[in-house]
């Protein structure tokens, strides 16, 4: 869901600063420059976060963060002032950073070590899935709306609520139950067998 909202995000910003705001493409990619420069100061942070606390502090912020920008983007007119384009784009940047190290902690800590690599596959396969989905799900919405401004505006509508399933799975997959039953599954998997013993 956090990168169908992400791939959202590049989609619908780039269509509604170029075709609604008159935007050239360089104006527009710039734009974007506080999402970029917002992942990359926040997710070594959210890294330490949940070394020290736990998933689940920064699933529910980073999915909140995402939910408010999502609300805000669902507002959008022609005359939407450029500042909030661009501090919206920060804070959606703080909260995509803040969910990625502890989803992808979970995926690879759900399985056996020696199955690690699996589980980041699968984890690799959701999130170009869910991109595609985003933009798919977007650019239909955009599609069939009466004008571009009107239609991004309702896709951002679409997509806030893939945002708050974000902060509901946050809160459901952390607790005591959900770990437990991940261990179950994890211990459904037989150990791969050592190099040593293989040979």
């Known amino acids: ?32 420059l506080p999402a970029a420069v917002a992942t990359t100061v926040v997710a070594p942070l959210s890294g330490r976060m949940v070394a020290a606390r736990g998933a689940r502090l920064p699933l529910v912020l980073g999915g909140s963060a995402m939910v408010l920008v999502a609300l805000t983007f669902s507002q959008l007119c022609p005359t939407t002032p450029l500042w909030l384009i661009l501090l919206a784009h920060g804070v959606f940047g703080c909260g995509f950073a803040l969910l990625n190290p502890p989803i992808t902690n979970t995926a690879v800590n759900g399985m056996p070590p020696e199955r690690a690599g699996v589980a980041a596959a699968v984890a690799s396969t959701s999130r170009q899935a869910g991109q595609s989905f985003g933009v798919a799900v977007s650019g239909t919405v955009v599609a069939t709306a009466a004008s571009t401004a ?13 945002t708050v399933v974000v902060v509901v799975l946050g809160v459901l997959g952390t607790t005591a139950r959900a770990r437990a039953s991940a261990a179950r599954v ?11 013993r293989a040979s």
């Open 1 to 32: 869901m956090r990168v169908a909202a992400f791939g959202s995000l590049l989609f619908l910003s780039a269509l509604y600063l170029q075709d609604v705001r008159g935007l050239g493409a360089l104006q527009a990619g710039l734009t974007l």
């Open 186 to 196: 994890a211990a459904l998997f037989p150990a791969a067998p050592s190099p040593a």
């Open 150 to 162: 009107a239609g991004v505006a309702t896709a951002w509508a679409v997509v806030t609520p893939l």
